[in-house]
């Protein structure tokens, strides 16, 4: 199975800021790295598809990075609307296999 | 608008089964795959399996081989998970998503909970 590694599991930070977070997987999974975004008590949501592919009516503040094994999530100006917890998922070969999660905090 | 509507949640006995649903509308249910995803309070998330509704097709993760059974039912564009032999560590909330390549709709979760 292929392990995504995570990072950091929490985070806090001010509005404005730009934030980033990090899906390292154990072996090259060919852009095949989605985000998805969890509010509390809510289902996920798509964020970002094969790496670096924008949402339908996700904002463009939110932009993905990446190759090989490494992926980055970049929100470049935090929103308060955007206190949530991030997971990546990798769908390059089965079984699919998420990230641990990111929490996202307002300072 | 595709929607996935998930059955209410369960308050089940160890070593019992229980079988939740995800009724699918809004586009055409036998023509894409449902996924099911595992998150425990305050975990991550974990993949379960699919099943593509159109001829009945399954794939599990293997840690779920014997846990999980995934039908569905094309008239009434329903999937299904059943649970079976239940412990405390089958507690959880239970997601179908629907997968086109990654996961652009999902279903509210289930919670089900193993109690005695």
């Known amino acids: 199975d292929i392990q995504m590694t995570q990072s950091p599991s929490f985070l806090s930070a001010s509005v404005g800021d730009r934030v980033t977070i990090n899906c390292k997987a154990s072996q090259n999974i060919n852009k095949y790295l989605d985000w998805y975004q969890q509010k509390h008590g809510e289902a996920p949501k798509l964020l970002i598809y094969?790496?670096?592919n924008l949402q339908t009516g996700i904002p463009s503040r939110f932009s993905g990075s990446g190759s090989g094994t490494d992926y980055t999530l970049t929100i470049s100006s935090l929103q308060p609307e955007d206190v949530a917890t991030y997971f990546c998922?990798?769908?390059?070969?089965?079984?699919?296999?998420f990230g641990s999660g990111t929490k996202l905090e307002i300072k | 608008q595709v929607q996935l509507q998930q059955s209410g949640a369960e308050l089940v006995k160890p070593g019992s089964s229980v079988k939740i649903s995800c009724k699918a509308s809004g586009y055409t249910f036998t023509s894409y795959d449902m996924h099911w995803i595992k998150q425990q309070p305050g975990n991550g998330l974990e993949w379960i399996g699919w099943?593509?509704?159109?001829?009945?097709?399954?794939k599990y993760n293997q840690k779920f081989n014997g846990k999980a059974t995934l039908t569905a039912d094309k008239s009434s564009s329903t999937a299904y998970m059943q649970l079976s032999s239940l412990t405390s560590e089958d507690s959880a909330v239970y997601f179908c998503a629907r997968y086109t390549w990654y996961f652009d709709f999902w279903g509210p979760g289930t919670m089900v909970t193993v109690s005695s």
């Open positions: 099943i593509y509704p159109g001829n009945g097709n399954t």
């Open positions: 998922l990798q769908h390059s070969s089965r079984p699919l296999t």
């Open positions: 094969n790496t670096n």
